[in-house]
């Protein structure tokens, strides 16, 4: 039972006793009914749910795969073959895998929801859509059943913290609970969760939410076929979607422009109309921005990972260590980033991994182990200041373990730091990312492979005209969701600390120039 006012002293001890197994039997129904619901939004969408598992199994086991095969290459060969033998058998397996998964019928599937198909006239009913409906009606019924449903499960996992901290948690009060009630609060912040939510959206329910597939409409245009009705030979034909592609560019011109909530001559609903190459450009912004926060996020977790640790080690033994983490971090810091990432590409040229994630991966790799000095010279300040306190000294005179002192008494107030100026950080690789595939010339996400920045540099010769929208929609998603990655990170910042008022930053300057 949760801790009330009339709760007495006896009755508090004894359940500070308890362990949560214990809490949870004596009052089991706000346990069960959260879990109820958590197999109900499973169920509806189990088999994405199973391949989306399956994906981040496979993502693991290729990026321990690849450090170990680059690693034992370096003493033997034929070690390295073995290891690339079994990850690729491996990964085969789990791509059968996934492929069943993805059979499963879900809710939001394509199959269920269908958005594709043709008109039998002129002003015939269309077939093979979601009731009869028009390509457009139907693709935004599943599009807001996608967001209703990532809605669901965002209140799903709030309320699941909300029933833990009202019904089965110990104390009758922590911390935590003011930062919630001040991000309650921070209308910049719910406006960086807010973007931050529709974006993972978009990226995880890329497949579902585009109107149509990256394989059909990007990858594979010519292994794929549609249906529409030909007004001027009055019949329903079949091409193939390289062709209607073909004749559904945007280039300026008037007949030559399929633009935002049009169809194209075709019977295909365009939300953000198409591409200069005539492909549907929110299939590509909606996979673009998964490739995008993928990267992202796998360079901030190798950044953060690096970063704690060294500023935890050089905090707690200060000294040669400390210095010797300052070097380290002004060398790496002194490398020119896209001088690195042009020698990374010329050194995996041809190599198996340089294909992992369309190059995503060796993108992440770099971006993280270029980004590790600025987040660490951020939390170092912080580090150091808990490192002076009179809890860290007992903790040593106790005889206790210099890992288990900064792992418990340590990182937790180090953490919210990390938290707040990785956050921060994502923005800047995401527009890094952007730039990298605006550029070309082999750099960024390997083609056809969709990436913001390559939609940017498609149509920037196209700003002025009404094929604006090619240029446009992806620089503004960009624009948008880094600005969202600024204030989530300010509302942690506030609410963590309400009294700073941007002095964190000032603190962790002050830190990351100590000597």
Known sequence: MCATVTDTTDERDLRDETTLRDR??????PALTWSAVALGLLALEFGAFLAGVLLVLDSALVGVSALVEVTVGLFSQAGAKTVLGFQQSASGVLDGFRSTANSLPTLLSRETIPNQGYQT???GAWENTFMGLE???AWAIRATLV???????AYWAFRGWDVFRTHYRNADWSPRDDVVDRLRDHRWAQFGIIVVLVFTTMALFAPALGPTTVGQNIESPYSHEIQYFDSESGEVETAFVGDANFNSKSKGNGNQNVGPMSYDDFGRFHPFGTLTNGRDLFTFIAMGARISLTVSALSIIFAGLIAIIMS???AYYKGIVDLATI???DGITSIPQLLLLLMVAMAFQGHWLAGVFNGGFLLALVFGATSWPGLWRAVRGPALQVSEEEWIDAARSFGQRPSVTMRKHMLPYVLPYLLI???MSVGSIVIALSALSFIGSGLGINPPTPAWGRAISMGREYVSTQSWHIAFIPGTMIVVLVTGLNAFGDGIRDAIDPESEGGAEEEAAAGGTAG
Do not use: F, Q, R, W
């Open 421 to 423: 100026y990785g956050s």
């Open 327 to 329: 070097l380290a971090a």
């Open 24 to 29: 949870v039997l004596a009052n089991p129904m």
């Open 312 to 314: 935890l080690a050089s």
């Open 147 to 153: 967001y209703v449903y990532a809605g669901a499960i």
């Open 121 to 123: 006239s002129a002003d």
């Open 135 to 137: 390509p457009g009606i």
